[in-house]
């Protein structure tokens, strides 16, 4: 019923009601009497129905690791005297991460909170959704005078990646299903779920290789390139090595701390492309994507317990950036959160092939670095490209995580040296069964 339609049908119960109580006749002044309080009602609804209203999601924790399960609680508030009978919140989830889903009537709908598997109803195994796939939560709510209504789920996180939440779409009508209005609220949350980090197992050469010497905890001579961290001033202490920056947002004398001259440093490159040279835009199998993230997690949590700093970079974007995924290089045990974040948020599909990735950003990385190519696309343009961008001082690491041919010619031959190729061990193994990376 439109504003229009509400006002003439006042003026008319109010007019029946003047003629009732003119004519003395009560049934005519109770009819009219009725009808004003329920065209009044449902302008109340109308008017004031979205005051007080609260919608809002909490998470247990704004970031998991793949296969845990995260608490959500969502909780809906009506903050005034005026009741909601008919109160629909359609909420924007990725479907990734919807529990308990069940199809009725031709629409999704989402059971109350339940901590079981939900079966598929036509018997059959659910699909794993993407990052990018949407679904609608729709729930349908009564909600009384100051009444406040709290859900709980368990959000099943089955596959890495930046989840964002929201909008929320509300919708309420009047007891007598005569009015209804909408409304929107920008409610956005996000959850980032963490790639698997499995344990490494290579021979001695791959270690040697990709973690090369390790940093001495103790040197006579340090690199005032490779800043560690800082330190409290201690009496002793040179004036030249206070880290003035530190000191001034700390209000208390700090001091660098810098990396032996002796170590090496491991420089990741994630290579996004899952098809061949002539098709590197599509974005291929997302369960290799997968595969490739677990591997280059676990490399770097693997080289940064072992104190060998890390870096990260990939020919792909990560979520809400416009640019390509690069992690500065560091030793601090809390770098692999940045690592591991940066990881869940790559997109899986590639923004340049990753030649022309690599001399954009080889100027980069740090000049005594090991360079690990993780591929599942290994050839020769790759290598050449990779060969140009480093440096003499560089060992080069493909680490190739699929099935194919070895790479073949005088020219890799050549490069044996400084050049070598590992294989992924059962490389054709479901991402979210395995429980090592071995190498071989």
């Known amino acids: 019923m439109t504003r229009q339609a509400r006002s003439a049908s006042a003026s008319a119960a109010a007019l029946v009601t003047i003629i009732g109580i003119g004519t003395g006749n009560p049934y005519w002044v109770l009819f009219g009497v009725i009808a004003l309080i329920v065209v009044g009602l449902a302008e109340a609804w109308w008017r004031w129905g979205g005051v007080g209203l609260e919608y809002r999601r909490h998470f247990a924790a704004p970031t998991a690791s793949c296969g845990d399960v995260v608490e959500c609680t969502v909780e809906v508030t009506n903050r005034k005297l005026l009741p909601m009978p008919w109160l629909d919140v359609t909420d924007d989830w990725p479907s990734a991460l919807v529990p308990h889903r069940i199809r009725a009537r031709g629409r999704l709908d989402v059971a109350l909170a339940s901590g079981a598997p939900s079966p598929d109803t036509d018997g059959g195994t659910a699909d794993i959704a993407q990052q990018t796939d949407r679904e609608a939560w729709a729930q349908r709510?009564?909600?009384?005078?100051?009444?406040?209504?709290?859900?709980?789920?368990?959000?099943?996180?089955?596959?890495?990646?930046?989840?964002?939440?929201?909008?929320?779409?509300?919708?309420?009508?009047?007891?007598?299903?005569?009015?209804?209005?909408?409304?929107?609220?920008?409610?956005r949350d996000a959850l980032v779920v963490y790639p698997r980090v499995l344990p490494v197992f290579a021979p001695a050469a791959a270690a040697r290789q990709l973690l090369g010497e390790r940093v001495r905890p103790r040197a006579l001579l340090t690199d005032p390139t490779r800043l560690a961290g800082v330190r409290p001033?201690?009496?002793?202490?040179?004036?030249?090595?206070?880290h003035w920056g530190a000191t001034a947002r700390t209000g208390v004398l700090q001091v660098r701390r810098d990396d032996p001259t002796a170590g090496r440093r491991l420089w990741i490159v994630v290579d996004v492309e899952t098809e061949p040279d002539d098709r590197w835009w599509s974005a291929g199998d997302t369960d290799v994507h997968e595969t490739l993230a677990i591997v280059a997690a676990s490399l770097?949590?693997?080289?940064?317990?072992?104190?060998?700093?890390?870096?990260?970079?990939?020919?792909?974007?990560?979520?809400?950036?416009?640019?390509?995924?690069?992690?500065?290089?560091a030793g601090n045990p809390r770098h692999l959160v940045r690592v591991l974040d940066a990881l869940a948020r790559l997109r899986p599909w590639p923004s340049r092939p990753l030649h022309h990735a690599i001399g954009i950003t080889s100027h980069g990385w740090p000049p005594d670095a090991t360079v690990a190519l993780v591929t599942a696309m290994p050839s020769v343009k790759k290598a050449d490209a990779i060969w140009r961008g480093t440096r003499q001082s560089q060992q080069i690491v493909t680490i190739a995580c699929r099935d194919g041919d070895p790479l073949t010619g005088p020219e890799l031959t050549s490069r044996a040296g400084r050049h070598a190729t590992w294989h992924l061990?059962?490389?054709?193994?479901d991402w979210s069964t395995r429980t090592v990376v071995r190498l071989g």
């Open 233 to 242: 001033f201690v009496t002793g202490d040179t004036v030249r090595r206070i």
């Open 300 to 329: 770097a949590a693997w080289a940064l317990r072992s104190g060998t700093a890390v870096g990260l970079s990939a020919n792909g974007r990560t979520a809400g950036s416009a640019n390509d995924l690069w992690v500065q290089c």
């Open 141 to 187: 709510l009564t909600l009384a005078p100051f009444e406040r209504v709290r859900r709980h789920y368990r959000l099943p996180c089955r596959r890495r990646g930046a989840y964002d939440f929201g909008p929320v779409a509300l919708r309420w009508r009047d007891a007598f299903g005569l009015t209804a209005r909408d409304a929107d609220l920008n409610l």
């Open 425 to 429: 061990a059962e490389p054709e193994a």
